[in-house]
């Protein structure tokens, strides 16, 4: 039987190999090319990320020392929208480089879908963000404040526990001189009790302020609080920082950055911004006005349990008592002139004496408080031979010390508002400092959008990505077969972090 020979068999052969060997080496490109298309969506998503958060609000970082960006971009609204279309932005910056750089980009990706599923606000958590930057902050400040290191816990119980002993011995008095014979008390030439209620219902600021000191008129009641106020609220779970004493590092950062009445800062808002997070009213006047009354009661418990057993001034006071008691005698003929000197003592009892130091050491707690207002120092624990109010006539209403002194023992203005921060434990600290952050620049023009619930200070992305085929399109039209894009999806999360 005769074989036949078929033409181009050979041709038709390596044209098929070739196919083969086409469509292998494509197959082998385009997957290389897609896993390095995929590399850049998750880069640009980085980028993006880090772009988003570059825009970080440089007013807030200059004077607060806290990392957050604005969420409403500068409109005082809130949108998480607004933080999508600016990732989007970022990472369409980088997706496609062939406008920058001629030829081809192999690694061309799509974004078609991007989407802020998680993120954290700095009120959230009762300001955890915020207490948590601030207090790492801190960390890189030396703490050179002196005697303020040594204000703690234990002092401030210790004090505490000396206004409630003063506390029981003012009411015992006071219902000892109420029960007094009438006629016992007509004798004396000012009644002490009354003297010091009506000193106590007065105004303070009147009493304690010092010639030099002017009173700030800051006043915020045109703003409302976002301590208070129904704020916006993130989903994301705020990172645990690594600060150790968390509590106490804020502490130290609140007088680092707030200012008070003897170390204001140029404010617009508040000047006694430490005043404010103790007593949270809308004025420096009502702030200055209640913290006067707290170191007040600190210092006439302090000056009283003091004086209480100061035997000298026990003898001025007994001596004044009975000078007025003789008067009132002579006047009333009701004891001869040869009255024993042990039978005058006998009618001044010791409850009496205390009455006439109690108002002493009012008179004497007023002057350290006039003392601290000028930039002085007064000792928490103050023996007599410190005092300044050397006589005993407590109704004379115009003692001012016009000069801060020159002691050096004891603790400054600054100082005793730690102690009332130890005393108080103040637990919504973190918001009552935003609400200062938010007054101080909202009042300035070129802040006034500024909400503190709007500031954002991490989030998690989830974006989707297309890939186009490159490679695929050329054994898809030799083998007539159609082609599809590729799907990815990137996910990438970013906070603020302010470590070396």
Not at 256 to 274: D, I, M, P, S, V
Not at 333 to 353: A, F, G, H, P, Y
Not at 403 to 413: I, K, P, R, S, V
Request: glycine share 8%.
């Amino acid at each position: 039987m005769r074989k036949r020979r078929y033409q181009g068999s050979i041709t038709i052969f390596l044209s098929l190999i070739t196919v083969l060997f086409l469509a292998v080496i494509c197959t082998v490109l385009e997957g290389i090319r897609i896993q390095g298309a995929k590399v850049r969506a998750a880069a640009c998503l980085d980028m993006g990320l880090f772009s988003v958060f570059g825009e970080y609000d440089r007013e807030l970082l200059s004077r607060y020392h806290v990392f957050f960006f604005d969420g409403s971009y500068r409109t005082g609204s809130f949108d998480v929208e607004k933080a999508e279309e600016r990732l989007c932005f970022f990472m369409g910056q980088n997706n496609d480089l062939s406008h920058v750089s001629p030829g081809i980009d192999w690694f061309k990706v799509n974004n078609t879908e991007t989407r802020v599923i998680q993120y954290f606000l700095a009120t959230d958590e009762g300001g955890k963000a915020f207490l948590q930057q601030a207090a790492l902050f801190m960390q890189g400040i030396p703490n050179t404040d002196g005697k303020s290191n040594q204000i703690g816990v234990s002092q401030g119980e210790e004090i505490e526990n000396k206004i409630q002993i003063f506390r029981d011995l003012y009411q015992k008095l006071e219902y000892f001189w109420q029960t007094m014979n009438t006629s016992e008390k007509e004798s004396y030439e000012i009644d002490p009790i009354e003297w010091i209620a009506g000193k106590r219902k007065g105004d303070v600021l009147q009493q304690v302020i010092p010639p030099s000191f002017s009173v700030s008129s800051g006043d915020v009641s045109q703003f409302d609080r976002v301590s208070e106020r129904a704020c916006n609220e993130g989903t994301m779970e705020i990172p645990t920082g690594d600060v150790e004493n968390l509590e106490e590092s804020f502490l130290r950062y609140l007088f680092f950055t707030f200012g008070n009445a003897k170390e204001r800062k140029a404010q617009e808002g508040l000047a006694y911004e430490l005043e404010y997070l103790l007593e949270g009213q809308n004025s420096d006047e009502k702030n200055l006005r209640k913290v006067c009354e707290d170191l007040l009661e600190i210092r006439f418990a302090d000056n009283f349990l003091t004086v209480q057993k100061d035997q000298k001034q026990r003898e001025k006071a007994e001596k004044m008592i009975m000078d007025w008691k003789e008067k009132a005698d002579e006047m009333e003929k009701k004891e001869s002139e040869n009255v024993k000197e042990e039978d005058r003592q006998e009618r001044v009892t010791q409850e009496e004496i205390d009455i006439i130091l109690l108002a002493c050491a009012y008179q004497e707690s007023c002057l350290d408080l006039q003392i601290l207002l000028q930039g002085g120092r007064v000792p928490v624990e103050k023996n007599v031979g410190q005092w300044k109010v050397t006589e005993i006539p407590f109704w004379q209403n115009d003692v001012k010390i016009l000069g801060a002194g020159e002691d050096t023992d004891g603790w400054t203005y600054q100082e005793y508002l730690q102690l009332l921060f130890e005393m108080r434990k103040v637990s919504d600290l973190p918001m009552k400092a935003l609400d200062l952050v938010e007054w101080e620049l909202r009042s300035g023009d070129d802040t006034a959008y500024f909400r503190a619930d709007c500031c954002i200070g991490g989030m998690t992305v989830e974006t989707a990505w297309q890939i186009e085929p490159m490679f695929f399109r050329v054994t898809s039209a030799f083998l007539g077969t159609g082609y599809s894009k590729t799907e990815y999806e990137a996910k990438g999360s970013f906070c603020y972090e302010m470590e070396e």
